[in-house]
């Protein structure tokens, strides 16, 4: 299973485009990954989804027919360009003149084998709350005794029974003990 993944992912093509990244660039609404792999297919390049990111199109197109198939798949459902910034990514992608034909026709090898035989690509969790834990924190002062005793101990040396009153009556439980083993 995990083979037949491999074999379809192109090798020879390290960088992908992710197609909700793609959409958010023109600001259109997000497409189909067969709308997507189709459109590249039926201009002659090669494509392939990616064991990194389940959205991910890895292609050798370069990148000026990726973006003519944005301005494309935009004119098949538009944005409202009042609402672009003028020179923003969206506005700039949007007003140049395309040099490629895009077709979005569904192409029969668009979907992959993998795909069509429904394998999984990406695994879910096998339970509840499986893998990584959350960083450990450290307790709280009334969970340790020692802690709680120790608290403010150099404040007490320094200060005697002025600063005792002052740690809101913690220390002085400790201070009573100390000068009762004192007079033992």
Sequence with gaps: MQLSFQGEELEDVPFYYTQDRLCSLVRAASAKLLDFRSAILNAG?????????????????????????MHAWEKKNPVNMEKLPKGSVAWTLLHRVPKHEVSFELHPDANPESRARQLKRFQQNPEKNWGPKARSTAGSFEDDAKRVRNQGRKRRKKGGAETEADDGGEGSESAEKKSKDDQS
């Design 45 to 69: 390049y090669r494509v392939s989804l990616s064991h990194a990111n389940k959205l991910a199109i890895k292609t050798d197109a370069p990148t000026e027919f990726i973006f003519d198939m």
